[in-house]
């Protein structure tokens, strides 16, 4: 059998007044958990009536909070990688899309596709993402949106793929 959690730092009554004052919506819901458990519920029985909540990270906000009252409750900010390019270099490359042809730097297209942004940034600052990297960092980044281009196929017509067919049987025959 589990053994239930308990809440040490403060009781219901605090935790309630606590609720009523919160401000951070993500903070508040931890807050709320904290007043069901010490109300006596159990982690799981939270995570069945708020599908949201996982019953581990309850057990992890009950562990948090008895350790370092409400400041226990807010996110842990976790830095990640850092990032390849500063933001100098990041407005540069937001400059060179917005206002600048691929055929100023040898490209043979007059459109930037993702493949001539990578090689773009190797050649000019000296930066190497993955494919998939360019498509964030133009969404998030940059805050650009990437529009898929789409090819003409004059094969698609049909006038044209029967005059082509006629030319083809033409050239056959001779």
Known sequence: MRRPLKITKMSSSEIESLLKRQADYQVGLRLAVIYLVSKGATSRDVAIDLPMV?????????KRFNKGGV????????????????????????????????????????????PLLID???????????????????????????????????????????QRAREIKKTLRS
């Open 54 to 62: 996982k019953h581990v990270a309850v057990c992890e906000w009950v």
């Open 120 to 162: 773009w940034l190797d050649k000019n600052m000296n930066i190497q993402i993955k494919k998939a990297a360019i498509y964030v960092w133009l969404k998030d980044r940059l805050g650009l949106t990437h529009k898929k281009g789409k090819g003409f196929y004059p094969e698609a017509d049909e006038q044209f793929r029967s």
């Open 71 to 114: 400041d226990g409750l807010y996110p842990i900010i976790q830095s990640g990688k850092p990032s390849k390019a500063t933001s100098e270099q990041l407005a540069k490359l937001k400059q060179v899309i917005l206002e600048e042809s691929p055929e100023n730097y040898g490209y043979n297209t007059g459109t930037w596709t993702g």
